[in-house]
């Protein structure tokens, strides 16, 4: 069973330019994470898909960071215009039955 | 609130040593609570769960028990190797909203041969 695949693995940009990142779950897992991970912090939940409907998106800077799941499969995450602090990795994880997440390798994302 | 403390690292220690990462929580109601594991350049993979008061989660030699009087969940292995060398993060689940992880900070172990 193929995992959860992510691009880009690694992503450099200037401050104020745009950067998406796409997921890709995987195949039947109708729940869609994606998670932001701070250097020694743990990752934090910034939006939860079900099926291409938002279920939580709470803790997701709406200013600046954008996400969409057209057609419930693939999902991007988008960042526009990034900031320093906006440097991390982005994680993506699927489920099935809503307990179990598989995360994905992850983007690293440097803005410097 | 809902939150996950777990001790700093990074620790080292020789291989066969016993490993014991301190994992306690804050929730409200009866959580479910996680052992993840992210070796280097992988992803986050589950290592082990316990969804009620005294399970014992277990799995590759580690065991972890859900202590509720101690809001405790502390990761366990007898004997370490070098390939356990990776971070290691507690999470929890709220019972109010299952599908949503909260993780705490991160240990990180490494392994001496």
């Known amino acids: 069973e193929a995992g959860v695949a992510q691009s880009p693995r690694y992503k450099i940009i200037e401050k104020r330019q745009s950067v998406a990142f796409w997921c890709n779950p995987i195949?039947?897992?109708?729940?869609l994470y994606w998670y932001q991970q701070i250097l020694g912090q743990g990752p934090k939940l910034l939006i939860q898909?079900?099926?291409?409907?938002?279920?939580?998106d709470s803790q997701l800077p709406k200013d600046r960071f954008s996400a969409e799941r057209l057609k419930g499969v693939d999902s991007t995450l988008k960042i526009q215009p990034a900031k320093l602090e906006d440097s991390a990795v982005y994680l993506c994880?699927?489920?099935?039955?809503?307990?179990?997440?598989?995360f994905g390798p992850g983007t690293r994302l440097t803005v410097t | 609130g809902n939150s996950v403390t777990q001790m700093e690292g990074p620790v080292t220690l020789s291989e066969e040593a016993f490993l014991t990462i301190n994992c306690t929580y804050t929730?409200?109601?009866?959580?479910?609570l996680f052992w993840y594991v992210q070796y280097p350049g992988e992803g986050l993979q589950l290592l082990l769960k316990?969804?009620?008061?005294?399970d014992k989660g277990s799995n590759k030699g580690f065991e972890a028990t859900y202590r509720k009087e101690t809001t405790s969940f502390h990761l366990e292995k007898g004997s370490v190797q070098v390939s356990d060398s990776a971070v290691y993060f507690c999470?929890?689940?709220?019972?109010?909203?299952?599908?949503?992880?909260?993780f705490g900070s991160g240990t990180r172990l490494s392994i001496r041969p």
């Open positions: 929730a409200t109601g009866y959580p479910s």
């Open positions: 994880a699927s489920s099935y039955d809503s307990y179990e997440q598989y």
């Open positions: 999470a929890l689940s709220p019972y109010s909203s299952a599908s949503k992880i909260i």
């Open positions: 316990a969804t009620k008061a005294d």
């Open positions: 898909f079900q099926n291409n409907g938002v279920v939580d």
């Open positions: 195949s039947g897992h109708a729940t």
